[in-house]
């Protein structure tokens, strides 16, 4: 089967650096992004890797390793409005996304 | 820039009745649009994939003939859900994509529930 795991959740206080992983099984792999997701809300792209190696984008930064199956993404400075659920996503094909279990951040004062 | 509406934003429905959702790119063209389903707190799920003319592409599991998908140009896709039963209460969310980008950018989503 195909499968995307990443931690449940994660909590973290204001200023802070977290990290949340990503581990793919997948038929087909094109690349792995990441999703930001308030409740209630729709899901806003952060960010893509298709290569190996480190992306970086503001505050947010993402990693992909694909000879381990493996990303994660980096915030740093945290900031309150970043609680919020993080999915990261393979494309294993053309047209096709599959979305991990999903991350709940919870930035604490 | 690239926003993408959906509407009804919410609508209650008797079982056995058909909804249908609309999905527009409002200021860019979608060569491919996903249509997803997310239960509470659960991951988003890719229902089907549509082009703009040609038929959609369905995921394994999901009934073509209950869910009509149509992507009748490069801004608007519809999802119909026919004869909707309470099981398929959900929250339902399009996207949209621009060919050679990877960026899928999601509309706010549509919450059904068939009563």
């Known amino acids: 089967g195909q499968s995307l795991e990443q931690p449940s959740e994660v909590t973290a206080v204001e200023g802070a650096i977290v990290q949340i992983n990503c581990t793919y099984q997948?038929?087909?792999?094109?690349?792995l992004s990441w999703y930001q997701q308030h409740d209630g809300g729709a899901p806003t792209f952060l960010s893509y890797?298709?290569?190996?190696g480190l992306e970086e984008t503001g505050r947010f930064s993402s990693f992909l390793s694909r000879s381990d199956s493996y990303g994660y993404l980096l915030l740093q400075e945290l900031q309150m409005k970043d609680s919020a659920s993080y999915f990261c996503?393979?494309?294993?094909?053309?047209?096709?996304?599959?979305f991990g279990t999903g991350t709940r951040l919870k930035v604490l004062a | 820039g690239a926003v993408v509406s959906q509407h009804p934003s919410r609508v209650i429905c008797k079982s056995g009745t058909s909804v249908k959702i609309e999905c527009r790119s409002l200021d860019f063209q979608a060569t491919t649009m996903f249509w997803y389903r997310q239960f509470p707190k659960q991951s988003l799920m890719l229902m089907a994939t549509s082009n703009e003319g040609s038929k959609a592409t369905y995921e394994q599991g999901v009934e073509k003939d209950k869910f009509l998908i149509n992507h009748a140009s490069l801004t608007l896709s519809t999802l119909t859900v026919t004869s909707a039963h309470p099981e398929d209460s959900s929250f339902y969310i399009c996207s949209a994509r621009v060919a050679g980008e990877e960026t899928q950018y999601f509309g706010p989503g549509t919450r059904l529930l068939v009563l």
């Open positions: 890797n298709g290569l190996d």
């Open positions: 996503a393979v494309k294993p094909g053309t047209y096709k996304y599959i």
């Open positions: 997948t038929s087909g792999f094109y690349g």
